[in-house]
């Protein structure tokens, strides 16, 4: 059956991400230029913030998942190569397109600063550096090879990481951690990164990452799609806000009384009533 079918639009073209819809109500993302690790050029980032963009108002996806081709590399970060180009190119080709040499909003590959609705799993294929970890650090499920590497490098060739990745990782893993990582710029490993609660899980192998991570959405994708939008929202309101009662009042004052009014909160209670599979809605959140 051919999923994509049942979009209301069809999903934006990237140039250098692949999409695919391995099951109903999930998209998976796979960064497809990996004879140059998986790097970033400057349009692919406005091209996956539209496309992540899109998958939040698909009214039938739940979940995404992003990955990298190959076996080497998630992501090392931004292409360097185009970004010494067009230093070199001079201050005009900034100022006549300045868009095109920035990150949108939703920083690294739209990804590493993205608030968005719906969550994203990260299946960590091989080295995630630089803006490729940023891009981690912001998903909401992280699942790696075993011999996957993470690291913030930019020191080393006189940049920081400034995709978002910084104050993110040091709310996850903690000052000392997170200083020891980012001030030396080294890489640590997938066992490191599970010991810091920096990704959720190791695959049994690399062969089984996608099939891995399809089994995590799989999961999400089965609850009620409000439930999930509130939940996730609720979690990065905590996340982001200092005050815990204040970010209990911001979810609840925000979605209470919308949930509660809605199709499938009545569904989830009917469903349990008479045991048996709820039958969800798309969200209208």
């Known amino acids: 059956m051919d999923i994509s079918r049942a979009f209301e639009s069809p999903p934006p073209q990237c140039d250098g991400c692949d999409t695919a819809f391995p099951e109903p109500h999930i998209m998976l993302a796979t960064i497809n230029r990996p004879r140059q690790l998986n790097s970033i050029p400057y349009a692919l980032h406005w091209q996956m913030d539209a496309l992540f963009k899109w998958f939040d108002n698909e009214p039938s996806l739940r979940v995404a998942i992003v990955t990298g081709a190959g076996d080497r590399a998630f992501c090392v970060g931004s292409d360097l190569i ?29 990804l590493s600063r993205r608030e968005g609705k719906k969550p994203i799993v990260a299946a960590v294929n091989g080295y995630a550096l630089g803006g490729g970890w940023e891009i981690a650090l912001n998903c909401d499920v992280v699942i790696a090879t075993p011999s996957a590497q993470f690291g913030l490098p930019e020191a ?17 893993a903690g000052l000392h951690v997170a200083s020891e990582i980012a001030l030396s710029g080294r890489s640590i490993t997938a066992k490191e990164a ?25 999961e999400i994708a089965a609850i009620s799609p409000d439930a999930m939008i509130i939940t996730r929202s609720a979690l990065r309101e905590a996340w982001e806000t200092s005050s815990v009662e204040r970010a209990f009042q911001n979810t609840h004052e925000r979605f209470y009384e919308k949930l509660m009014a809605g199709e499938n909160s009545s569904e989830g209670l009917i469903a349990f009533k008479e045991k048996r599979p709820p039958r969800w809605k798309p969200s209208k959140l």
């Open 82 to 110: 185009e970004m010494q180009r067009v230093k070199k190119s001079g201050n005009d080709s900034w100022k006549a397109e300045p868009y095109k040499y920035n990150h949108p909003s939703s920083g690294f590959a739209g």
């Open 156 to 172: 080393k060739v006189g940049l920081y990481a400034y995709g978002g990745g910084l104050p993110r990782l040091i709310r996850t």
């Open 194 to 218: 599970l010991q810091y609660n920096l990704i959720n899980r190791i695959s049994k192998k690399p062969e089984t990452l996608i099939e891995e991570a399809i089994s995590i959405a799989r």
